[in-house]
């Protein structure tokens, strides 16, 4: 058996370690916090369109460039792209696809560490919440928002030491490799985590409604929230100066009836209206938030994909590796992750306390007092942390794996060197990350920067190089190499013109809006957004934003680590092979 066999398993343990990658936080927190925050049905529709023309597409690029790269025993994301377009700067496109995965590792680790320590709080009754402060209190505490540094202090009500021990644990998994450790841990911890996820979701469905005295704050209305593309609310006909203009948001046939009444009760001052699915698919912000939802849930545009693509061989089949990989992913976050989180904060807190609390909102503030309330609610609120830091482990542990690769492959060294250089750089990286936890800026920086940004630069560029530089023809050739099923010929013109076109489309909303702060309603230029404010600063109704240290240091880690990836890339012999087009071992 080859060292490559023994070192990176069957191809089932590549699937395994891909799905681990893409089943994540993102499946059980960022995604129910966008379905909530964007209206539910109208959210569902954009986002199952941008998994069909985005997310398929991107996907199955990825796994063959990756493991035509492997072929010519290239195993990195630099590697992978010399190989490909054997252009000297094709090398420094491919460090985004280790940028991205090790940048994102340094503060998805300390998301991680919050999982463990909620679940083990929640398992030793150490969690008595009352109120909604209580629960925020508590989350700040945990996350060390109360100021920079507050994370770095010894004590179970912060991060601190479940992240010294999710940090060495990860470390301990990519050492083993993906036969040894990877492939084990996601071989176990993901039908734990489906068991655990099955076991709240059987509870949650049973809730019915919590509060007799608010019949309408119920299950079958929190399915039809997150379910329903049209949407139903009472809004004042003349709001005064200042007066919300929306009252109340409706689900439900009862709750609708009685919204009537008062409508017809109210002389006119209250009306009735329906909001259609077309008039909230008008709104780009939505689609930008289905289509980042599916790059960040689908580990696309990453590069873990193309890294582990490239240990396949010609005979196996990637176009069923990459459809499994995927629908495991799929059944995760929509019939798991959303349909746990959203029913059951509609059942006992009411639409009005779900609607824009965001990723972290309902999961670390929401819902440990939707478990606070439910009957053996310690043991629940345990199992369903326990299982998000399971989903984020198999994800973490999948995420080093391409700066491993790159840094073996660079610098011509051994699985220690390497696992020893990458521990050292994130351990560095994850502290500054813990330090600067006011506000969560560090987080919040990095998740905009590196999470969204430069992913849909990666996105873009790969699936460009496949529909444009290989061309259809040949890219859905070495696709299919192998492969025991096809994919259908309407995704040659998806892959070609849709996909390039609605990913284009979509950056530049980004930029205009996040970037420029460019209003889509109103079609003008304001201020910039907080993103570029924290960076150069900014004037908004004649007051003065302050640039912050916080972000700026952020962005500067970006660009120290990417400055280093780049020197080492550029005096690697085996990317000037692979720039000659000439295979790794020759």
């Not at 039908?191 to 299950?219: E, F, Q």
């Not at 990989?325 to 959203?342: D, H, K, P, Q, R």
């Not at 209003?519 to 908004?540: E, H, N, Q, R």
Request: charged letters at 15%; hydrophobic letters at 55%; a positive charge.
């Amino acid at each position: 058996m080859s060292q490559k066999k023994e070192a990176w398993g069957s191809r089932l343990g590549v699937i395994m370690a891909v799905a681990g990658s893409a089943v994540g936080l993102g499946n059980f927190l960022r995604f129910p916090g966008l379905a909530a925050q964007y209206g539910g049905g109208a959210f569902m529709l954009a986002y199952a369109i941008s998994f069909l023309i985005i997310g398929l597409p991107i996907g199955w690029a990825e796994w063959a460039m990756g493991r035509y790269a492997g072929s010519k025993g290239y195993n990195s994301a630099p590697g992978a792209f010399a190989a490909i377009l054997n252009k000297r700067w094709a090398k420094y496109i491919g460090i985004i696809g280790v940028i991205v995965p090790v940048m994102i590792y340094m503060y998805y680790v300390f998301i991680e560490s919050w999982c463990l320590g909620y679940a083990v709080k929640f398992w030793t009754g150490g969690v008595d919440l009352k109120s909604t402060e209580q629960a925020v209190a508590m989350f700040k505490s945990m996350s060390g928002q109360v100021g920079d540094g507050s994370a770095l202090s010894f004590s179970w009500d912060t991060a601190l030491p479940w992240l010294l021990f999710v940090f060495v644990f990860n470390f301990w998994l990519i050492y083993r490799g993906i036969s040894g450790g990877i492939e084990k841990m996601c071989n176990y911890g993901m039908p734990m985590l489906i068991v655990l996820a099955l076991v709240v979701l059987a509870r949650v469905m049973t809730l019915g409604a919590p509060d007799p005295a608010k019949p309408h704050d119920n299950v079958v209305n929190g399915l039809g929230y997150m379910w329903n593309p049209s949407k139903v609310q009472i809004e004042r006909t003349q709001p005064a100066p200042g007066e919300v203009k929306v009252v109340e948001e409706l689900v439900g046939a009862a709750a609708i009836t009685a919204a009537e009444q008062k409508v017809a009760a109210s002389g006119g001052a209250l009306k009735l209206v329906t909001i259609t699915p077309w008039q909230q698919l008008q709104n780009p912000l939505l689609w930008m938030a289905a289509a980042a939802q599916i790059f960040f849930s689908l580990s696309v545009g990453f590069g873990v994909i193309i890294v582990y693509a490239s240990y396949l061989q010609k005979k196996d089949d990637v176009v069923l590796s990459g459809l499994t990989a995927s629908s495991a992913n799929e059944f995760c976050e929509v019939a798991l992750g959303g349909l746990i989180t959203v029913p059951a904060a509609v059942a006992f807190l009411g639409l009005a306390s779900v609607a824009g609390q965001g990723t972290f909102g309902l999961g670390f503030t929401v819902l440990p007092l939707v478990f606070a309330k439910m009957p053996l609610g310690a043991f629940f609120g345990g199992a369903f942390f326990f299982m998000l830091f399971l989903a984020a482990i198999t994800s973490s542990i999948s995420m080093l794996q391409p700066g491993i690769a790159f840094l073996e492959e660079a610098m011509n060294v051994g699985r220690k060197v390497s696992v020893t250089i990458l521990g050292m750089l994130t351990t560095l990286g994850t502290g500054f990350v813990v330090y600067f936890t006011k506000e969560l800026k560090a987080l919040d920086t990095l998740d905009f920067w590196v999470g969204t940004f430069l992913i849909f630069i990666l996105a873009t560029i790969q699936i460009i190089i496949f529909g444009w530089h290989w061309g259809i023809e040949r890219g859905l050739r070495e696709a299919h190499q192998g492969a025991a099923i096809r994919i259908p010929r309407f995704f040659g013109c998806i892959m070609k013109w849709i996909c390039p076109v609605f990913l284009l489309a979509i950056f530049i909303m980004t930029i205009l809006t996040s970037v420029f702060g460019f209003d889509l309603s109103t079609g003008t230029f304001g201020s910039v957004s907080s993103y570029v404010a924290d960076l150069i600063g900014d004037v908004k109704d004649g007051k003065v934003r302050e640039t912050n240290l916080a972000a700026q240091l952020s962005v500067a880690l970006v660009i120290v680590v990417a400055i280093f990836f780049g020197l080492l890339s550029s005096r690697s012999k085996a990317y000037q092979r692979a720039e000659q087009g000439l295979d790794k071992h020759d």
